[in-house]
């Protein structure tokens, strides 16, 4: 089973960076689908930067253009640099992992990291 550990959350003002590091035990591109997501106050999680079954990173529109998610070569470390930070970017950051068979990653084996708090002031 994958295993994620987030790291490099904390406190930054408007227009500053910070990048999140997610280390990953257990993952192989052939079997799972990762990504980042984040939760703002009580609201649900929502996607922030996902690698799909087929490799293909996308983006929620809120981010594109500041956010940069990348894997490094040894598939052991998930990165999201995030730049131009804005107060709306305020939340608890979560990688996560879905189990891939074929071209599908399913969600309801989502395992996710214990979270790092980002406050953007």
């Known amino acids: 089973h994958v295993q994620l550990v987030e790291s490099g959350g904390g406190s930054v003002q408007t227009g500053g960076s910070l990048r999140l590091s997610c280390s990953l035990t257990?993952?192989?591109?052939?079997?799972?689908?990762i990504g980042w997501f984040r939760q703002i106050g009580d609201k649900g999680r929502e996607g922030v930067a996902v690698i799909d079954a087929q490799g293909i990173s996308s983006y929620a529109n809120d981010v594109k253009g500041r956010f940069t998610s990348s894997l490094d070569d040894a598939k052991t470390t998930l990165y999201l640099q995030m730049n131009n930070l804005k107060p709306e970017d305020t939340a608890v950051y979560y990688c996560a992992a879905d189990r891939r068979v074929g071209g599908i990653c399913y969600e309801s084996s989502r395992a996710w990291g214990q979270g790092t708090q980002v406050t953007v002031s």
């Open positions: 257990g993952y192989t591109a052939s079997t799972y689908c």
